[in-house]
């Protein structure tokens, strides 16, 4: 202990003690620090009983030289972490904001919500609308996260599973996009709206919702905006079996991947599970090209395009599925054969410090 500060001695006695924070309101001074005790509990003098002491708190004040736990305003001063957490969260909940303003609608019966982080603001807005408006719809998740997520907001969840079962089964359909839309985060986000997901190690649950989709919408800051994948976020995630993750691992090697590594969870490094009980190898790459610049890809020296890098890992035996979403969208898709994937988002919202939010597509 500090010998500079003072001690505090409460002898019990009977006398009416509650339950209050320990609040310092000020600095060790000569002054000495007056003892409030008050409350509602009754403690018999010497008792040593912890259920009847449990809820005795101390709260000390200083006569003088008070002072704030604030730290005062200099010039020139840095941004605290915290102000730049809270500009960070603002532009999330912007985005998501617009986005749900520019694309939700009251007929909409299934709904796509993603795993990202940002996406908590998409449901928040959704939420406003009301039971009249949500009550007849059912919210699609891609995790255990985001399932607790349209739970808490009193949104009724439909698994994709359920789902499935519950739209039926008729192979004469041309139609298989039966969530009306999808809103997700992403880790970054080119300027083909080509996007890497994973980060949170949901991203094959997150490319089934999407291929489901007629539309996917991606919401984020404008950190994740870059002209090239892989350019402030440095690895592509890939599901794997855990039995197979070491051979992954390798193979990745020979595919350009600097260092390729087993995600990790936790200071005891357990290797990260995912809702799939696989795990996740997180490879980092060169910066990659984009998909109109294939004439440059030289895979011996690591240069992909997206496009290219997806179709070659999962060509690797014991992966389930690469974080690259890429290729065609939605509306694309419909057009063309059932078969084709279409995980790229129709457009994107990127919410700004400034409190602007600029789109994509």
């Known amino acids: 202990m500090n010998p500079s500060l003072p001690r505090a001695v ?51 004040t200083y006569p003088s030289a008070a002072f704030s736990t604030s730290t005062p305003k200099r010039k020139g001063r840095k941004p605290s972490m915290s102000s730049s957490t809270d500009l960070i969260e603002s532009a999330k909940r912007a985005a998501c904001r617009q986005a749900v303003a520019d694309h939700f609608n009251s007929s909409f019966t299934y709904v796509g919500i993603g795993s990202g982080s940002t996406v908590a603001y998409v449901v928040e807005a959704i939420a406003e609308y009301g039971p009249s408006v949500t009550g007849k719809m059912k919210f699609v998740p891609t995790g255990s996260g985001s399932t607790a997520l349209i739970r808490h907001a009193g949104l009724s969840v439909l698994q994709v599973p359920d789902l499935l079962l519950e739209v039926g089964f008729h192979p004469e359909s041309t139609s298989h996009q039966p969530i009306d839309i999808y809103f997700d985060g992403a880790d970054e986000v080119d300027a083909e709206l080509n996007c890497i997901k994973g980060g949170g190690a949901c991203h094959f649950q997150e490319k089934l919702v999407s291929r489901l989709s007629k539309r996917f919408i991606c919401v984020a800051d404008s950190r994740k905006k870059v002209d090239r994948l892989l350019t402030s976020w440095t690895y592509i995630p890939v599901e794997v079996s855990p039995m197979g993750a070491e051979y992954v691992r390798r193979e990745l090697l020979r595919l350009g991947s600097k260092d390729p590594k087993i995600r990790t969870s936790g200071p005891t490094f357990i290797r990260t599970i995912t809702d799939n009980h696989n795990h996740i190898i997180d490879a980092p790459f060169p910066t990659l090209l984009l998909n109109s610049e294939a004439d440059k890809q030289d895979p011996a020296k690591g240069l992909w395009t997206p496009d290219a890098l997806l179709a070659r890992v999962k060509r690797i035996f014991g992966v389930l599925e690469v974080g690259i979403f890429s290729g065609l969208n939605g509306p694309q898709v419909a057009k063309l054969d059932t078969d084709v994937e279409g995980v790229k988002p129709v457009k994107a919202y990127f919410g700004r410090p400034d409190g602007q939010v600029e789109t994509l597509g």
Do not use: C, M, W, Y
């Not at 209050?20 to 040593?48: L, M, Y």
């Open 10 to 60: 409460a002898r019990t006695s009977n006398r009416q003690l509650t339950s209050a924070r320990a609040v310092f309101r000020g600095p060790p001074t000569s002054s000495i620090p007056r003892i409030h005790i008050t409350g509602n509990k009754q403690v018999p003098q010497q008792s040593h009983n912890k259920e009847q002491l449990r809820d005795i708190h101390l709260s000390l």
